[in-house]
Each structure stands twice: as C-alpha cells, then as structure tokens.
Nanobody, 124 residues
Framework: EVKLVESGGGLVQAGGSLRLSCAVSGDSADAYNVAWFRQAPGKEREDVSCITVSDKREYYSDSVKGRFTVSSDNAKNTVYLQMNHLKPEDTAVYYC?????????????????WGRGTQVTVSS
C-alpha cells in the first residue's frame, strides 16, 4: 500500500513562496497520478494541481495557474508543489493524493491514497 506524507507547510506573508513535498513510500511515485488538493476552513476540498504518470503532464486550477508548479523527482520518490506569489486566499490544509491506473488526472473521487495534509497560512 502506498503511503503519502506531506511537508513544507507554514506561515508566510502574502507574496511569499513555499514548497510543499509529498514523499511517497511503499511503491514508486512514478507509477501514479499524483494530485494536490486543499481545504480551507468552512469550505469544501478543492483540486489544486496534478501531474500524470504517463507523460508528466501538469494540470492546475484557474486559481493557482501561473503561480504554482508541480514537479516530481523519481530519485527521491517525491512530488513537489512550488507555490509562489502566495495570497491570503491560498490559506488551507494541503493534501497530496495518488491514483494508479487512470489515463490522465481523474476527479477527486478516484484518488485512493491520501496524505494527512500540511497547513499553509498566508498572512496579509
């Protein structure tokens, strides 16, 4: 069973940057579509970004496009989310999730392995 552990969250001022890491164990990260989701207080969880297993294609929600970058390091079995130009509305718990078998990044319900999340707080 694949296990995911997020890290890199913290408190940052608006305009700042953070890099989140999603360490994958129990299997090769290269075999999975890996996505980042976030959930702000009082709101539903939303998708942020995804990287596909087949061709490393990247997907971003409109709210983060141009500011966030997803990448993977096969040697470290880790997926990253580089977050630049952070805004207060980016404040949330960020989760990484993995899915194996779908072609491309599927909807949230198809992701079967989840990390516990890391808190990102952006002050104004």
């Amino acid at each position: 069973e694949v296990k995911l552990v997020e890290s890199g969250g913290g408190l940052v001022q608006a305009g700042g940057s953070l890099r989140l890491s999603c360490a994958v164990s129990g299997d090769s990260a290269d075999a999975y579509n890996v996505a980042w989701f976030r959930q702000a207080p009082g709101k539903e969880r939303e998708d942020v970004s995804c990287i596909t297993v087949s061709d490393k294609r990247e997907y971003y929600s409109d709210s983060v496009k141009g500011r966030f970058t997803v990448s993977s390091d096969n040697a470290k079995n880790t997926v990253y989310l580089q977050m630049n130009h952070l805004k207060p509305e980016d404040t949330a718990v960020y989760y990484c999730a993995a899915e194996r078998g779908m072609l491309g990044c599927p909807p949230e319900t198809f992701f079967t392995s989840w990390g516990r999340g890391t808190q990102v707080t952006v002050s104004s």
